[in-house]
């Protein structure tokens, strides 16, 4: 397990007394303090690590945050900010002594502007909810992770979520136009705005993905993009991992970019066959889902010429969506991929390393071996065309050894992932479950380095504290 | 002026922890491309005042076309990066402008210059900026630390993205030694659809519809001559998928102007990414605003209200470049345009005297600018690097 800071004495100790405050800065009904109430907030997509917060609450505007934050800044409570809590990470995990602003009710759209391409959202907007908005006029907002049905944008800031479509769109902080950033002091910055590229030092891009570790963003300006004519979907099944993985080199070579491809081994295909049956092939040892997007004509003649290339790796199979409703189904077992690993098994663990494309042949040997050492199976799904691993560690959370072994198998593949060229995280982040990493991809010194960074937005180590940075050689934070 | 010119990001590194101990301020250059642009850096310090140039830092190190990653050391001129591509059918997404003409200046732009300065062409409005493509870095702080930053993988999220903080920040928070880079194929064909407009109200409307149709309008510029103002918009795929969507953008544009093919799309667009049309005189300054499409209009009335200005608008009309007398007035002109419409400037071009005496970017609401300091404090405590490139 993960160790968490000893919490704050003192604050324990002030809980009531601190509750009465809260209460008095917010509405009635934004502060949460009974034990049953709070159990909800407990924990996030990393459900194996749970702590009761001191307290929740539910601000409605940028200005309850600025109060709460100010109050916190001034009395040394820590803050731990929450979206959805979808992340895989613990990036959202409460600590006994922490505040957590949970950000859902700023859930106002607030404006749609389609001649500039743009829209202004409040953080609890989900990621769907944004598309939903637009897409009656034919735009969405790109960045699709597989929690977009509950992940809230103000999380996709703080995480710099991606999805299966970034390998075309890019990832959310390429679309991205501006903030409400409201620092641990309180202070409400507007950062960026509705225009490209602010003049000087880019806050927005150093934000991005900062895990909460730098303030609370509480209003978002997303890019929308007009979507295509329409898209649709191909599959292709191969009879081993390194000539699927030969594929994906080799349609990338000749110039298409398709806007998905998604690679799954057998256990995954398996897995998500039995659960969605999409008529995946199960004599396969590797499969791809590839998406282009068009008009009928440009879809045909793109899934021809990606047709022909597969057809040089001696296939298994092909199929090609002939409408949406298939390219729909072949999409089903892919987006069910991790509730399906989650019908065969008790518990799973997602790994979110990313790794050099080339490497991809000598990793997944490398995992099917340490899953045998292990004692623990392992479903590969991923996104090929960025490298992108999700390898799907299987366990038991009622053995505690198989926890034990389980968490070593991860932290295993994420080093293997970042001694072949690539990092711990493309796009789930550090949290606390891969923060004891971070000395495998930084050097002390980069560590250092970073954490001044921190420091410099705040100075205390009150925002999300215990997420990211290792604990020990940190002077801020006792373990 | 000396130049100091390392060949190592090591000796780097420890001409700049010199630098540090010593309290004496560096000048960071590639090849000096951009050495006008915003406000100079050496003059307060006189004659004794040396320049760090990455120049002798080159090479690509690895570049790996099926992972759609290049990484190149600092100093390696961008036509070196770009014919290395072109080999492969790829190029740099996000086009930087050649602003040698622009500057008058001798040399080409380095990759280093070009990520630290953040300049992104005509691409950027469907593609993103150069800073979306930065995978990772290798640096130097202003003690002569050397760190990384990111990696050489499409996706990272892994810890806080120094990458982007560094890149447009002008050499004033670190010195990039080695960058690596995402590129995509380039597209197999260019077609451009060239509309003839009456006003720029027109203009960036038809930009807008063009930017709003399904077909990945990838150039969306807006040309003011004497003859009258040209909206161009570009399409690069395959060469079907050229053809047809240009059919279908002719179609949904019918209404906004009368329509041309444009012969040479390839030399139209190098030319609005290197501001060409602009026709800066030599003598005077040049501006870059950045606003949302819809207000380019109201900005282009106010700066024509207050001084004979020279246009060309890119990405959709969101990117204004203006050309003018380099005075207080006419600056002054730009900062309040750049204001009302909820936007924001750069003195891009100007003489030192001007680009010394004005803000040549908006002044930071204070709560940043206090985070700001404290940040340019990690980085470079003494501040040796760049001192006064962006602000007094």
């Given at each position: 397990m993960i160790a968490l800071p000893a919490p704050k004495p003192e604050i324990l100790a002030r809980r009531d007394a601190i509750l009465a405050d809260l209460a008095r800065l917010l509405?009635?009904?934004s502060v949460i303090g009974e034990t049953l109430r709070l159990r909800p907030y407990?924990?996030?997509?990393?459900?194996?690590y749970r702590q009761i917060p001191l307290a929740v609450v539910l601000p409605r505007t940028t200005a309850e945050v600025a109060a709460v934050l100010r109050y916190c800044h001034a009395n040394g409570i820590r803050v731990v900010p929450r979206g959805a809590g979808t992340s895989l990470s613990g990036g959202a995990l409460p600590l006994a002594d922490a505040v957590v602003i949970g950000l859902m009710r700023m859930n106002t759209i607030r404006e749609i502007n389609y001649e500039d391409r743009y829209a202004i959202v409040g953080a609890g907007v989900t990621n769907i909810g944004i598309t939903k908005a637009v897409e009656g006029d034919g735009f969405f907002y790109a960045p699709d992770p597989s929690s977009q049905l509950a992940c809230m944008i103000g999380g996709n800031v703080m995480m710099n979520s991606g999805g299966a479509h970034c390998l075309k769109y890019g990832v959310t902080a390429n679309n991205l136009l501006g903030v409400t950033f409201v620092t641990i002091e309180g202070e409400v910055i507007e950062i960026g705005g509705t225009h490209l590229d602010a003049a000087g030092y880019d806050w927005l891009g150093l934000i991005t993905g900062s895990e909460g570790q730098l303030g609370l963003v509480t209003e978002v300006t997303v890019r929308i993009l007009r979507g295509p004519e329409g898209a649709r979907a191909m599959l292709a099944a191969f009879s081993s991992v390194e000539i699927a993985g030969a594929a994906v080199d080799a349609i990338i070579g000749s110039g298409i970019i398709p806007v998905a491809l998604e690679f799954m081994d057998r256990p995954c295909i398996h897995a998500c066959e039995a659960f969605a049956h999409a008529g995946y092939p199960l004599d396969a040892e590797a499969m791809l889902i590839i998406e282009v997007e068009g008009s009928v004509a440009e879809q045909d003649m793109l899934l021809d010429r990606i047709r022909g290339i597969c057809a040089k790796f001696d296939p298994i199979s092909m199929k090609v969506a002939e409408s949406a409703e298939q390219s729909a189904a072949i999409w089903k077992g892919r987006k069910g991929a991790f509730g399906a690993v989650g019908r065969i098994s008790p518990d799973y663990l997602c790994m979110d390393g990313t790794i050099p494309t080339g490497e991809l042949p000598h990793v997944l040997k490398r995992i099917s071996e340490m899953s045998a050492q292990y004692g623990l199976g392992v479903a590969n799904v991923f996104h090929a065309g960025d490298g992108n691993l999700h390898p799907l560690i299987m366990f038991d959370a009622n053995d505690p050894d198989s926890f034990r072994r389980a968490e070593a198998f991860g932290a295993d593949i994420l080093k293997l992932c970042v001694e072949v060229g690539g990092c711990l995280t493309g796009e789930h982040g550090v949290g606390v479950e891969k923060r004891d990493l971070m000395t495998t991809q930084f050097t002390r010194a980069e560590l250092t380095l970073q954490r001044a960074i921190k420091s410099a937005f705040d100075p205390e180590w009150l925002l999300n504290t215990a997420k990211v940075f290792p604990l020990d050689d940190n002077p801020k934070i006792a373990a | 002026m000396s130049v100091i010119s390392p060949e190592t990001e090591q000796s780097l590194a420890s001409a700049v922890a010199r630098a540090h101990a010593a309290r004496e301020p560096l000048a960071i250059e590639g090849r000096g491309t951009k050495r006008a642009m915003l406000r100079p850096t050496l003059q307060p310090w006189g004659p004794a005042a040396r320049t760090l140039s990455t120049r002798n830092l080159t090479g690509i190190t690895l570049y790996r076309p099926t992972e759609l990653m290049i990484r190149a050391r600092a100093g390696t001129p961008i036509p070196e990066i770009e014919a290395a591509l072109a080999e492969h059918g790829q190029q740099i997404v996000a086009e930087p402008p050649d602003l040698r003409v622009l500057f008058g200046a001798e040399e080409p732009s380095t990759l280093g210059g070009v990520v630290s300065t953040n300049l992104s062409g005509p691409r950027r409005i469907m593609w993103g900026a150069m800073r979306d493509h930065v995978l990772g870095i290798s640096a130097v702080t202003g003690e002569g630390e050397i760190f990384r930053s990111g990696?050489?993988?499409?996706k990272n999220v892994t810890g806080l993205d120094l990458c982007k903080l560094l890149s447009g920040a002008h050499g004033t928070l670190g010195i990039i030694t080695e960058i690596a880079l995402k590129v995509l194929p380039a597209g197999e064909a260019t077609g451009t659809l060239a509309l003839r407009v009456p006003d720029v109200t027109a203009g960036v409307a038809a930009l807008s519809a063009g930017l709003g149709s399904p077909y990945g309008v990838s150039g969306a510029a807006l040309v003011l001559e004497e003859g009258g103002i040209t909206a161009f918009l570009r399409l690069e795929d395959f060469s079907e998928s050229v053809t047809y969507r240009l059919g279908r953008l002719r179609e949904d544009l019918a209404a906004h102007g009368e329509q041309s093919l444009v012969e040479d799309p390839r030399a139209l667009w190098r030319s609005i990414r290197d501001a060409v049309?602009?026709?800066?005189?030599?003598?005077e300054a040049v501006w870059r605003l950045s606003v949302a499409p819809s207000h380019a209009a109201g900005v282009v009335a106010s700066l024509r209200a207050a001084f004979p200005a020279k246009l060309l608008l890119d990405w959709g009309g969101g990117l204004i470049w203006v050309a003018g007398p380099a005075t207080v007035q006419a600056h002054g002109a730009v900062m309040q345009a750049a204001t009302a419409a909820a936007g924001t400037f750069t003195l891009?071009?100007?003489?030192p005297e001007l680009a010394a005496a004005v803000p040549v970017l908006p002044e930071e609401a204070l709560p940043l600018a206090a985070i700001g300091r404290r940040v340019k404090a990690v980085l470079d405590p003494a501040g040796v690097l760049n001192p006064g490139r962006l602000r007094a």
């Open positions: 509405p009635a009904d407990e924990t996030d997509g990393l459900a194996a | 990696g050489r993988v499409l049309p602009l026709r800066a005189a030599p003598e891009f071009r100007a003489p």
